[in-house]
């Protein structure tokens, strides 16, 4: 009898995929997790893990994607060195002790800039984007500083995707130069193969904690859009959000194995 956990069988348009490394990684350390990866050229949609696909979480620091272009768009922020002064609290990630500007800021995921950026904008504002953008469960709460940590915003790997698609395109009610300037800050991994955007978020606040990996890479045919969720029950395995993606994409050949 054939040893059924050497691959997991994946449809892609009918189309049986294996994904050998990614789900050695995922039964080795026992992961409840979900990717989806879209093809914006052909539309061909891989997924691991349909039904966990569908499930919506917080979104927690992917957040910061639509938050900076909204921050942009309601001139919350000016720009990428528009600073932020720090005001002298400290928190438990050092690196956010100190004044930050836009690139800083989402650079290192740091949330009391972003909190402050939405303060600015205000609940109404949000309110009124996240239904434009059709972002999830389009709830953001009554405290405009946490609805995307600890509050009612809630949105799947699949929606992720379907929001990026639109982003990529630049079919959402923001202006050029802002798309421009998010683009800037999500650049994540740049190579002669490709180049990765994307945003790391962590729901630490929530009684089941979630990371997430979400963005896009570009290639040189074609454009990929990702989103990766899993349950984290230890520091540790924050580590896999990454990891996760990296090994889906080299699975599916989207990404080579070695540069």
């Known amino acids: ?71 942009l768009q309601e001139k919350a922020i000016s720009g990428l060195h528009d600073t932020i002064r720090w005001d002298g609290n400290e928190r438990f990630i050092k690196s956010w002790n100190h004044d930050q500007d ?7 995921s740091c949330v009391w800039f972003f909190q402050e950026l939405a303060t600015r904008v205000g609940k109404d504002a949000f309110l009124s984007y996240l239904k434009k953008m059709e972002y ?32 990529y395109r630049r079919e ?3 202006d050029q130069h802002n798309y421009d300037l998010l683009r800037h800050v999500m650049l994540a991994d740049s ?26 890479v570009e290639t040189s045919d074609d454009v990929w859009i990702f989103a990766c969720n899993l349950e984290i029950r ?12 990296y090994r889906y994409l080299r699975d599916l050949k989207i990404i080579p194995e070695v540069l």
């Open 1 to 71: 009898m054939k040893h059924i956990a050497i691959a997991l069988l994946l449809l892609c348009q009918g189309i049986a995929v294996m994904a050998d490394s990614l789900d050695s990684l995922v039964r080795a350390n026992y992961l409840k997790t979900t990717l989806v990866v879209t093809s914006l050229k052909s539309g061909k949609q891989y997924t691991y893990n349909e039904t966990r696909a569908g499930q919506q979480f917080l979104p927690a620091s992917t957040f910061k994607i639509p938050n900076t272009l909204i921050s």
């Open 102 to 108: 836009l690139n800083s800021a989402f650079q290192i």
């Open 191 to 216: 190579n002669q193969a490709y180049k990765l955007f994307a945003k790391t978020g962590w729901a630490v606040r929530a009684d089941i904690q979630t990371g997430w990996y979400v963005g896009y």
């Open 234 to 245: 230890s520091d540790e395995e924050a580590g896999f959000r990454k990891e996760l993606v």
């Open 136 to 167: 999830g469960n389009q709830l953001s709460g009554p405290d405009v500083r946490t609805f995307w940590l600890d509050g009612d915003l809630r949105i799947s790997a699949r929606e992720q995707v379907s929001f990026l698609k639109k982003l």
């Open 172 to 174: 959402l009610p923001f």
